[in-house]
């Protein structure tokens, strides 16, 4: 099992939580919560090891396009790298629209 952490600069405050996807067989979750500085922290745990620049260069991409303050914590087995990109943009939609608690 491998950790990885990551952090992003952010323009905006989250003000929500969110919670999509699960845990399973080529899947993952994703923790969304409002972070409590202006900057997006991330952290990874993944059953893959070895792939850190795969991480980083699809965190990356979303956050080249994402600015809020979160932490987001991924939780991943075996996910691709399009199923990340899913699950981080169901998050930030879910946040955004009221999220869960």
């Known amino acids: 099992m491998e950790h990885l952490t990551f952090d992003y600069p952010a323009q905006r405050a989250v003000t929500t939580r969110a919670h999509v996807g699960v845990v ?3 899947d993952l979750e ?7 500085a ?6 990874v745990r993944t059953s893959v090891d070895g792939y850190s ?4 260069h699809v ?3 979303f956050f080249s396009r994402y600015d809020g303050a979160a932490t ?13 990109a899913l699950r981080l943009a169901e998050a930030v ?9």
């Open 24 to 26: 399973g067989s080529g």
């Open 30 to 36: 994703v923790l969304l919560a409002p972070a409590d």
């Open 38 to 43: 202006m900057a997006a922290h991330v952290i």
């Open 53 to 56: 620049h795969i991480w980083k």
């Open 59 to 61: 965190l990356d991409r």
């Open 72 to 84: 987001i914590e991924i939780n991943d087995f075996g996910a691709t790298p399009g199923v990340v």
């Open 93 to 101: 939609e879910e946040a955004e629209s009221g999220g869960t608690a």
